[in-house]
């Protein structure tokens, strides 16, 4: 965990960069029916349905391809439970530095940093949020739900940031099923990027509590073939990625580019009969269009 003088600094680099900046890219063409070609022809590509999110936080402008339709959020949720555990500490609920302290009973399959502290001292609130965003430990996400009140208590936390959509009903592993048709465990790519937008740049947490929120997605190390493909010089790149049953292959996350204010993307694929490469592949080019073009 970053500092608290770190993490004021992080809070005040994330405040500086907000909507009044001038967009990149100004003079690109908002053509709608350019963007929804361009998102279906990646959906073809991908050989399944796909859904998009592009909030450009100057402008307050979203644009996106079946914003929303329901998909399944697979581990993208964890940056939402993280979310939902700095909320509690800023309402004097919750210590970061509480440590928690579990058996190998809770170990499940990707749970590569909460093993080797398994039946020893355990692991801290921090050391915990760390570890499900940035490699996806699955054991950590359900030791955070735990102090969560479960999926039920994330589901009303984020009801709390005036998400109607986003709903959690299964711990990890089962969550992953991503049955077609199952609303249990979805979300909509518009839903998670307002969340996003709330949480990391608006004024749902501190500033304290969005700069470490920001600071653990930036430190994210499974989003290197998705929204990090190709990442242009001087961006900064925050996301979660989750992947699961029928093809479902998502990544969220925000782009910091220089100078200007950031640019939130959700992109979720599911019901794809391809290879992962190839669904990463329908990640890396949203990523591209957007790093190239801007949101517009």
């Known amino acids: 965990m970053m500092r608290r ?10 405040v500086a960069a ?25 959906e073809a ?10 909030l450009d936080t100057a402008t307050g402008r979203l644009d996106g ?7 399944p959020m697979c581990s993208t949720f964890k940056w939402l439970a993280a979310a939902h555990v700095l909320h509690r500490v800023d309402q004097g609920q919750e210590q970061l530095s509480r440590r928690i302290r579990y058996g190998r009973d809770v170990l499940l399959p990707h749970s ?3 093993e080797p502290h398994a039946g020893r001292g355990g692991m801290t609130l921090a050391e915990l949020c760390h570890a499900t965003i940035t490699v996806s430990d699955n ?11 479960g999926p039920a208590g994330l589901t009303a936390y984020a009801r709390g940031l005036g998400d109607s959509v986003t709903r959690l009903d299964r711990r990890e592993p089962a969550l992953n099923e991503s049955t077609p048709g199952d609303p249990r465990d979805t979300t909509s790519p518009r839903a998670m990027a307002q969340s996003l937008q709330r949480t990391v740049l608006g004024d749902a947490l ?3 509590s969005r700069a470490q929120l920001a600071q653990w997605l930036q430190a994210t190390s499974t989003n290197r073939q998705r929204l990090g493909a190709d990442l242009p010089e001087g961006w900064r790149l925050g996301s979660k990625t ?14 910091w580019p220089p100078g200007r204010a950031p640019i939130v993307v959700a992109v979720y694929l599911t019901e794809s009969s391809a290879a992962l490469p190839v669904r990463e592949k329908a990640m890396a080019q949203v990523a591209r269009g957007v790093t190239t073009h801007g949101a517009g």
Do not use: C, M
């Open 5 to 14: 003088r770190d993490l004021h600094r992080l809070a005040l680099s994330t």
């Open 45 to 54: 590509d991908s050989a399944g349905r796909l859904g998009v999110a592009v």
């Open 18 to 42: 907000l909507p009044w900046l001038a967009p990149a890219h100004a003079a690109s063409v908002n053509d709608p029916q350019a963007h929804n070609a361009r998102w279906q022809k990646i």
């Open 206 to 208: 501190s500033p304290v």
């Open 65 to 71: 391809y079946r914003l929303d339709e329901r998909f």
């Open 242 to 255: 989750g992947t699961g049953a029928h093809g479902s292959t998502n990544d969220v996350g925000l782009y």
């Open 112 to 114: 590569p940093l909460t």
């Open 139 to 149: 054991a950590a996400a359900n030791l955070i739900l735990d102090t969560l009140g």
